[in-house]
């Protein structure tokens, strides 16, 4: 008979083939798709989705036998949270930072209004006020004399600290002397005259003339006093939106140049 032992014994086909079981096939490892174009982070930082992903990665393809550390896993569990943490920390500080972009912004665009609407109300009020002062007499720098055909008109004068008495000296339009008058009582400060309390004689012819004013004390020197240019306001007119008047008949002024508006 055929004796199998001998066959199966440790010197039979058992060792000379390898009869024992096979290992099972172990399953294919996953492998975590790329996230599509256009969605990484810029400069290849990572973001909460990103982070999470790979958590979750991980753990799919831990080896069962030698698992994951529960405090290793608990480590990453708490980075992660204080990563979702500063993020929203991030995103918090840049939604702030744009709010006081616009904010800016905002009152940026209400200053310019603001402005834009003063600039128009000052406007309407100097408009307003130019036309009130058409008749009346005006007072600007200067050193020019009306005469009417009346032979009315008047000086304005300012002789600082100085008093006694004045005297004035009268030019025509070609610079040529007409004459010296003199006045007494002179004040202190800014006043005015007419021409009638000078006593010239012949009087005047009507039309504009420029004149010098100066204050003496007895056989003092006589000393040189401020001058202005006074006359009636005849008429008002707009260049560029200014109001513009119109001083006796040839001079015009801004209504910004006015020093005084007398009845």
């Given amino acids: 008979m055929f004796d199998i032992s001998r066959v ?11 009869l024992t079981t ?21 400069n290849d930082a990572l973001g ?3 982070f999470l ?4 990665a991980q753990m799919r393809n831990q080896d069962p036998l030698n698992p994951m550390n529960g405090q290793e896993m608990a480590a ?31 009152i940026e665009d209400l200053s310019s209004i603001t402005l834009a609407q003063g600039d128009a109300m000052t406007k309407l009020l100097e408009q307003s006020m130019a036309i009130n002062t058409v008749g009346r007499t005006g007072v600007i720098d200067g050193n020019q004399v009306f005469v009417d055909r009346d032979g009315n008109g008047s000086i304005t004068v300012d002789t600082g600290e100085r008093e006694g008495t004045g005297r004035l000296t009268i030019t025509n339009d070609k610079g040529e002397t007409i004459g010296h008058h003199q006045i007494s009582n002179v004040g202190k400060g ?58 006796g008949d040839r001079i015009s002024v801004p209504f910004s140049s006015l020093l005084q508006i007398r009845s």
């Fill in 53 to 56: 992903q790979l958590l979750v």
């Fill in 190 to 247: 800014m006043q005015s005259f007419d021409l009638k309390d000078f006593g010239i004689t012949p009087a005047l012819k009507p039309g504009q003339y420029s004149y010098r004013f100066e204050t003496g004390t007895g056989e003092a020197t006589w000393l040189p006093a401020k001058t202005f240019t006074s006359g009636r306001i005849t008429g008002l007119r707009y260049e560029r939106g200014v109001p513009t008047l119109m001083l």
């Fill in 48 to 50: 909460r989705n990103e």
């Fill in 8 to 18: 199966a014994g440790p010197s039979g086909l058992a060792a000379r083939f390898d």
């Fill in 22 to 42: 096979p290992a099972a096939p172990q399953a294919p490892v996953e492998a975590t798709p790329p996230p599509p174009a256009g969605t990484g982070k810029k």
């Fill in 76 to 106: 990453q569990l708490a980075q992660f949270s204080q990563v979702e943490q500063l993020i929203d920390i991030n995103e918090s500080l840049q939604t702030v930072a744009g709010s006081q972009v616009e904010l800016g912004a905002a």
